[in-house]
């Protein structure tokens, strides 16, 4: 099972898990909206070979999957658990990732860039993500020669990317700040110091069950270590203030939330039938019911394992067959129900 739905990291009642990307291009060929079939095969071959043929441990944790080789089906589960990019999946015929075994390393080829190297870890471990990416990096330069400008830094496909080609992120659970309104202070504030704040699966994706992605916007101009301080000191102000209005909720209406809580878990152990949406927003509650203490059955690294196995591609795969919307729905109730132990 993947690393950070299974595990609790620091600071995991609040921070869900730590990703750093690093996006590089290879100087000897177009970048990959250019690439020939023929040509985006061979840009697999020479990073795989380097991974998997070189002298680091990386060669004995990785396997090579070519994206066209997989079903569509297998293709969406990569991304529901956050392992692939959504735009990998979708240009999957000149696409192929090599991933270790606990998927918290994930090497994705011929996205917008040759490669992009993405560390996924459980809870607030920025730092640590980026140790894993930074090393996975200087692999990788042993086999291949980077396109690379003195000025500029890493060439890449989009031009928010140029300089360190470093995107570092956090999937934040922030259920109490949306409860008292203050969910678009902080929406505003990150926009002016130059981070984003998006959705459960990035850019161009709805915010649900109180789940956001935070990360830096630009890398020109800031060296890796600037970048992922910026968004370390910012995470820490919001987690701070998740915190304190967690308390003062608990302290001014203590029994209006626990009702909210319990109700919230009640659905969820008897429903017959879930949306995606609507069951994500009772696993906030649930998740925010644990993280205070109020609920004591359930683990908060279950809930993180479920809020991926409630998705459409993972409920499917799971039973092995396509299921209209609202056989995916009794399946997801069904699930959750069995999850829970009730």
Known sequence: MTKWMNELGPDGDIIISSRIRLARNLEEFPFPIALTKGKSKEVHELISDTILKGNSSLKNECKFIELNEI?????????????????LAANYEKSAALLNQDESISIMINEEDHI???????????????????????????????????????????????GTGIRASVMIHLP?????????????????????????????TEFIGNVFQISNQLTLGRSEKEIIQNLKDVTKQIIQKERDARSTILSNNKIQLEDKIYRSFGILCNARILTTQECMKLLSDVRLGMDLGIL???????????????????????????????????????????????
């Open 71 to 87: 079903s569509s089906l297998e293709r969406q589960v990569l991304v529901e658990k956050h392992i692939i990019s959504p735009y």
């Open 116 to 162: 992009r190297i993405q560390c996924l870890l459980p809870g607030f471990q920025l730092e640590n993500a980026f140790d894993i990416a930074d090393k996975v990096d200087d692999v990788l330069e042993e086999g291949v020669k980077y396109a690379f400008d003195e000025k500029l830094g890493y060439l890449t496909s989009c031009p928010t990317n140029i």
């Open 176 to 204: 109490a700040l949306s409860m008292v309104g203050y969910m678009n202070r902080i929406l505003q504030a990150a926009n002016q110091i130059g981070l984003a704040v998006r959705g459960l699966y990035g850019e161009g």
């Open 296 to 342: 004591k059955d359930v683990s908060t690294e279950n809930v993180n394992e479920i809020m991926v196995l409630i998705q459409p591609s993972y409920l499917q795969k799971q039973a092995n067959k396509s299921l209209s919307s609202n056989e995916r729905d009794i399946r997801r109730a069904t699930m959750v129900r069995e999850k829970l132990k009730y």
